[in-house]
């Protein structure tokens, strides 16, 4: 490609306001705030306002305690055909989570997600957002979803902490 095409290109690209999107490197969660960060480079690319479990404070230690978990965790997959709009798995439980469980003799359990709405109900989320109703899933309003789902990559770190 020549030089001059290469400028012409630019500069139609531009005049569309086209640019490249980038993909955040981090998910930080900020459980204190209800605060979602998509970071990339320690920087915030967006922020959104979130939902927890139905008991949200402290650490998730076993299935049907309605927590969030706290901790270091992996985006480890995405449901597009999700009960709630769209999905991203969080890898909970790592191993420090089993070990704990096991210990106490309960189950983990497993299935935290970053999701929608539920499939039919993303128009309440003006009102489903104001409160925690998860069974500890991070939920944000549907349109939320869809950025968060094209800007984070399976792979991508998690941080979910309360501060």
């Keep these: 490609m020549t030089k001059k095409l290469k400028t012409i290109i ?5 005049s569309l306001n086209i ?7 981090k998910v930080l969660v900020l459980k204190s705030t209800s ?3 998509l970071m990339k480079n ?14 949200p404070k402290g650490h998730k230690h076993q299935e049907g305690d309605e927590r969030t978990p706290e ?17 991203i798995h969080i890898s909970y439980p790592n ?17 935290i997600m970053i999701h929608g709405q539920k499939n039919g109900f993303g128009w309440l989320a003006w009102i489903t ?16 979803m869809d950025t968060i789902w094209s800007l984070v990559d399976k792979g991508t770190a998690i941080e979910i902490r309360d501060k």
């Design 95 to 111: 191993q420090q989570d089993k070990k704990w469980a096991k210990k106490a003799r309960v189950s983990a359990g497993g299935d």
């Design 10 to 14: 630019t500069l139609i690209l531009l």
């Design 42 to 55: 320690k920087k915030v690319l967006y922020q959104y306002h979130v939902s927890f479990g139905a008991n």
């Design 129 to 144: 957002q104001l409160f925690n109703w998860t069974n500890g899933c991070i939920a944000v309003k549907d349109s939320e």
């Design 71 to 87: 901790g270091n965790y992996t985006l480890d997959y995405k449901n597009p055909n999700s009960k709630y709009h769209k999905s």
């Design 35 to 37: 605060t979602l960060y």
């Design 19 to 25: 640019h490249a999107v980038e993909k955040a490197d």
